[in-house]
């Protein structure tokens, strides 16, 4: 009776396993003036503040080996200065700053697998 219990147990906490859906298994590093992630899995948001002048770029490159990814780069309430949603295949591209301050990076995943890297790119 105590191996039919022990075997129902961890049956049990297997399906339980199985039942979790990971947000994110990857790296991310990020600060005023860039933001990197390598992912496995990235089914969530995540979000990097950047600080730009005018003048200044903020350049992007995106990886997508598997899923879609959803990007907006926008100061404060203003109009995004880049928006994409649905993205499955691998771009870069430079979105220009035609105002000084701080820029929200937003990466959405869905079921993705890749990377992205934004990084200010100072007006010389």
Do not use: H, W
């Amino acid at each position: 009776m105590k191996k039919f219990l022990l075997i129902v147990c961890i049956l049990a906490l297997m399906v339980s396993l199985t039942g979790c859906d990971t947000k994110f298994d990857g790296s991310r590093t990020g600060n005023d003036s860039e933001f990197i992630m390598e992912y496995s899995v990235l089914n969530k948001t995540d979000t990097q503040d950047l600080i730009a002048e005018f003048g200044d770029a903020i350049s992007g490159k995106i990886i997508v080996q598997k899923g879609s990814l959803s990007i907006k780069i926008q100061k404060d309430e203003e109009e995004p200065i880049y928006e994409s949603s649905g993205i499955s295949v691998s771009n870069e591209f430079d979105a220009e700053i035609d105002e000084s301050g701080t820029y929200t990076v937003s990466v959405t995943g869905e079921k993705a697998k890749g990377s992205v890297s934004f990084t200010v790119v100072t007006n010389q």
